[in-house]
């Protein structure tokens, strides 16, 4: 796929993936949607490649969430037709699985987070495996500040588990924003560097892991999988899409989402 949304590029073993509409702060159009899956599906057969880095075009963020003038388009959770449960069911179902390809792909993923990481961009940064951050990083599951349910895209799987119960209820509730220094404090960056640091920082972590066994690498990502615990990614997802479907269609019809 040639792509549109995104930039691609690999050093030696370790690929740098860069969310790319800086004008929207990276925000996920369907388009982005439709390569990131499809760059993520690659993945999982793309044994060469051992470490992915991702990280944000531009100078405002990593990815301020989903694009909202977008989701409500025609060519949104419509999809050219009427909004109804199904379809908006069916484009959540899709979303989410692009996270439960970031976990499956045998590549521990760095993410290297400047600025906003908001909504589907705070999903993504939980999704791999290591987050670098800048002071400056705002981090904020924001889906409740827009009318939906405050868990979503894998929210209610990852966050409490990085960050424990009370960090991630009061998170996902009140759509609060977290600093980057609080998201280090808290535990939901791994390190705090700054700007100018960020990516020298991710490579030189990205070549840490290249210079280990390559199939104690990728053991050690699966192993950490099994682990993560009681439920499954795919359960939360269920319920997660099953919820905001709901929502999406009751808040667009209602004139609400958004607000």
């Not at 996270?99 to 993504?124: E, F, K, N």
């Not at 220094?181 to 490579?203: P, S, V």
Request: hydrophobic letters at 45%; charged letters at 20%.
């Amino acid at each position: 796929m040639e792509y549109e949304t995104l930039l691609y590029e690999t050093e030696g073993e370790v690929g740098f993936l860069t969310l790319n509409r800086p004008e929207k702060i990276n925000a996920a159009n369907f388009r982005m949607m439709e390569e990131l899956e499809a760059f993520w599906l690659a993945r999982q057969r793309d044994f060469d490649t051992r470490v992915i880095v991702v990280s944000g075009a531009g100078e405002k963020g990593f990815s301020s969430g989903l694009d909202m003038a977008d989701a409500v388009s025609a060519e949104g959770y419509a999809q050219g037709g009427t909004l109804t449960g199904e379809n908006a069911y069916n484009n959540q179902t899709r979303f989410s699985a692009i996270l439960r390809l970031m976990r499956s792909c045998p590549q521990p993923v760095i993410a290297a987070v400047h600025g906003y990481a908001m909504g589907i961009g705070l999903s993504m940064a939980l999704a791999s495996d290591v987050r670098l951050a800048t002071p400056d990083a705002v981090f904020c599951a924001m889906y409740i500040n827009i009318g939906l349910g405050g868990a979503d895209l894998g929210s209610s799987y990852f966050l409490w588990r990085t960050v424990g119960w009370g960090h991630a209820a009061e998170m996902c509730l009140t759509g609060s924003r977290v600093s980057g220094e609080e998201a280090y404090r808290i535990g939901l960056a791994n390190h705090l560097y700054e700007r100018a640091d960020l990516m020298d920082q991710a490579k030189a972590l990205a070549q840490v892991m290249v210079s280990k066994s390559k199939m104690g690498l990728r053991m050690t990502k699966e192993a950490l999988n099994t682990m993560l615990g009681m439920g499954s990614l795919e359960d939360a997802n269920k319920m997660e899409d099953r919820n905001q479907a709901f929502m999406i269609v009751s808040g667009l019809l209602a004139g609400t989402l958004g607000g």
